[in-house]
């Protein structure tokens, strides 16, 4: 990445921080991927029940991988052989010490938006688990909430779906086409404009380009 745009993912990831501090979220700007680790593993307590979903950039810092290896307890549904397994890990991560997740858009003035298929991941960072960290990159950040929900469901959503490859419009033409599918993957569609209780949510913010 060009020194140019560290400066301005920097200047940005500083009034960032600062207004979601103002929304009661905790905040850190982190130069790289791993400052962000470090930064990860300090904020979660050693023997802290740990699960995610939706967390590609957490995964590009090894965040996961700290976890399975580290002392922690890891519920990690993808890791189940059946259904069965699998949704009971998804109801077992609602009550986590820390759940970890990302953001399809942050806007410069301190509000998330995240889109869901199912629900699960907009629903554990909304409540249950004790602590939700948030990890993700610069490249989420646009200047207003509008252009946020916008990137969330232009970008982020149709990208996402070229890794699901569901029967779903934008599976083929790389373009949201504001479908009603059965296999709809923005079913939800969450703004988190402040966090209560004050600092159960932490970002941590990247300035490097991560996740979709
Ligand atoms: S076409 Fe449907 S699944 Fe694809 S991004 Fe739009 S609403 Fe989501």
Known sequence: MSEMKKLYYCK??????KNLKNRHFDAYFCETKEDALAKALELIPEGATVSWGGAMSAQQIGLQDAMRSGSYTVIDRYAGQTQEERDQATKDAMFCDVYISGANGLSLDGQMVNIDGTGNRVAAT???PKSVL???GMNKVTDD??????RARTVAAPLNQQRFQLNNPC???GTCADCKSET????????TRNCRPAGRIKFIL?????GL
Not at 145 to 150: G, N
């Open 145 to 150: 909430l509008e252009s946020a929900v916008k």
């Open 12 to 17: 940005r990831g500083e009034i960032l921080v």
């Open 171 to 173: 599976t083929v033409t």
């Open 184 to 191: 709809c993957i923005c079913n939800q569609i969450v703004i």
């Open 206 to 210: 990247v300035g490097e380009e991560l």
């Open 134 to 136: 948030i990890i993700a």
């Open 126 to 128: 909304i409540f249950g």
